[in-house]
């Protein structure tokens, strides 16, 4: 390559220059004396790449020689975001290369602006494994990520007269030069056909004789470790017509119309599927989830071979994490493998099964998991539904003897659902399978013991563990926010916090000196003023950076309750309307932001971004309000958005139903910058307070135990005044669209309010003027905030990914030399 000597590529800015450089002549193919920013990020990237190539290659080849047990963390999404920043700093070459590009006329941040994010995934579980790869590398684990490459990833916001409209996102177009073609690393994975019995060497034997074949290609994507070598592979497939020509039909004479049909094999990588939890069933997702967890398997299984020459070592040397149910078909899918092709009887390999499989569950609710119809399943794969009729079947008689004839706990516990259609369960299928299961947080694990699978907790309480969930303060501090990131360095005397996030408790002991505060606030200032900035050429709205900056972002769901917040902000719009002049000047100014994606066929939650916008347009013009409330919506959130945001937020509100969010991470990643929770007892929320306490956070609403009782005593009788004045704002039309938010108010209203907005109301509202009062005294408020970034070290994913290795996966570090 470019700039190669003594067998790797050199790091100052000078060779980093002449790279760049090349890359624009030979890669871009354009002049090297006139080119553009965008030309300027690919030649970088390039030139970065490069650079990444070699030491996942090394890397790679030392995994291979050291053949330690590897973990393979198999998830249906990735959100990656972007890649150059975080690249760049995680090899130890931002400053750099922000001096060669300097040296050329550009500017780094304004280069790294060029790039489009990698959103191959929807929320909180995707951005989960962006994370959790970061932290594998950082730490030397010898992992593997596998996922799929979808060419459309998740489809991007639009806001039209405040509705919004979903657009794909063909985030390909430009080229991805942080991916690397593999054409030669490919497998046929098949679909359909039919299941016959054959006798071979005197045994009788299963052979499926699959209907369809498609291609797997694999694309790899090397994710680098913070302050090592170490660059693990992330690889995802690609669908690509099959290899193998069916004769026949191309004799036939119909050229044009097979080689059409070939092409349609490719459809199954096309298109991520937006998080719906209620949208099962279809033949396309299924498809998907059996083409990357054939191909994975193929993989991980020919890397096994090439080192071990019988399957006695393979659960000493593989650990399979499934990432939610998504890839749970893997279960059968190794069985069929064993059984079927290696031969290796169906016992032996039930016992590597059951060793080698854990799996992570990101859901509360029962009815979020994963089913697939009988009829689905036999059609598309019909070896597997043998396999998993067979697994089933064992475990009911072993469970008969365990528990007697229980006919309700059978039926519940059993693998196949019974009624007018007939499921598998997949959480069923991986508690059966998986040697162990966990949950994201404290209060999620508690839940899926005493709720959602309290019939397996019982069978098997040593199954059952958690992690709660961490985020990586590689990507939110030093990528997102390098001065804050500066700041911390300066004050405890190290970079050291970047790799060993329990080393930020040392500014607890500064979180009262005046001079820290001062430079915390500067900080906090500028940030605050970029993101004034941005909100002026988005939407046109003015604000000022003096305001409390108070942000929800996150998808859109009943549950995570944005309507409370619309309505707490009508609130407050409604007392700045009716209070005296005079008093409005001890109103504390707020700029409210809420960003986040509806799914597409979410009526209520495309709602709520409907409301957003008439509240917005209201008060946001009206001149007797002026600077004292603005409300803003963020188009098309995503991980690019959050970096922008989140260094900016004072506030930011964590506030869904007591026992609904699983754990949550934007708060943690908000916590890290220093922004104050506004938040429920709810998720990882209820470890933040044990980290923080909860003087210094607003905390507010019903409790986990008092959920249920609440709900069952029907329409909550303490709903405030205030709150049913607020709904009859919406309902009456005073932002308009009056029939358009008659089903909105239906949901709070006349009984139902299943997520207790009506009753949490009041104390929500304290919470919120609270928060007023402790932002007025900034001494006060800014030691709460660097308080907060100093006990978010138990929220780092190093945390989370360190107990996998030692409770889950049984994994080592392992450390290539550099
Ligand atoms: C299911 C079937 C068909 C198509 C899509 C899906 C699907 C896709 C994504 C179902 C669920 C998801 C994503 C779930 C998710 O993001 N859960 C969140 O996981 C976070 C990380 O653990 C938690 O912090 C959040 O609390 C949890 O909501």
Known sequence: MFGLMDGFLKNDPVSLQKDILDHVEYTVARSRFNFDDFEAYQALSHSVRDRLIERWHDTQQYFKRKDPKRLYFLSLEFLMGRSLSNSVINLGIRDQCADALNQLGFEFEVVAEQEGDAALGNGGLARLSACQMDSLATLDFPAIGYGLRYQYGLFRQVILDGFQHEQPD????????????????????????????????????????????VEAVAYDNPIPGYGT????????????????????????GDYINEVINRQRAETISTVLYPDDRSYQGKELRLKQQYFFVSASLQDIIRRFK??????????????LQLNDTHPSLAIAEVMRVLVDEERLGWNRAWDIVCTIFSFTTHTVLPEGLEKIPVDLLGSLLPRHLQIIYEINSIFMDELKKRIGL????????????????KNIRMANLSLVCCHTVNGVSRV???????RVFKDFYELWPQKFQYKTNGVTQRRWIVVSNPSLCALISKWLGTEAWIRDADLLTGLREYAADAILQQEWKMVRKVNKMRLAEYIEAMSGV??????????????????????????GIIHRYDCIKNMEKSNRRKVVPRVCIIGGKAAPGYEIAKKIIKLCHAVAEKINNDSDVGDLLKLVFFPDYNVSVAELVI???????????AGHEASGTGSMKLLMNGCLLLAT????????????????????????????????????????????????????????????????CDTLEGGGDFYLLGNDFGSYLEAQAAADKAFVDEEKWTQMSILCTASSGRFSSDRTIEEYAEKTWGIEPCKCPF
Request: aromatic share 12%; hydrophobic share 40%.
């Open 406 to 421: 229980d006919y309700n706990r059978l039926s519940r516990m059993s693998i196949v659902e019974e009624g007018a259609i």
């Open 444 to 450: 999620h694990s508690e839940l899926l013991k005493t």
């Open 681 to 744: 007892a709810d998720g990882s929320t209820v470890e933040i307070i044990e980290e923080i306490g909860e003087d210094n956070m607003f905390l507010f609403g019903a409790k986990l135990h008092e959920v249920s009782a609440l709900r069952d005593k029907g329409p909550a009788t303490k709903v405030p005044l205030q709150f049913a004045r607020v709904v009859r704002m919406v309902r009456e039309g005073y932002f308009g669209f009056k029939d358009y938010f008659k089903s909105l």
């Open 647 to 657: 260094p900016g937020s004072d506030l930011s509100q964590h506030i869904s139903t």
């Open 306 to 319: 090439e080192a071990h020459n019988n399957f006695d070592d393979f659960p000493e040397k593989v650990a």
């Open 170 to 213: 063909y985030w390909l177009n430009f080229g991805n030069p942080w991916e690397i073609e593999r054409v030669h690393v490919s497998y046929a994975v098949k679909f359909y056909g039919t299941v016959e019995e054959e006798f071979l060497n005197g045994e009788k034997c299963k052979v499926w004789v699959p209907g369809e074949m």
């Open 542 to 567: 003015k604000v000022s950076a003096d305001a409390m900056f108070d942000v929800q972002i996150k998808r859109i769901h009943e549950y995570k309750r944005q309507l409370l917040n619309l309505l």
């Open 229 to 252: 070598r170490n660059t693990i592979n992330l690889r995802l497939w690609a669908a690509k017509p099959s290899g193998q020509y069916d004769m026949e039909s191309y004799n036939t």
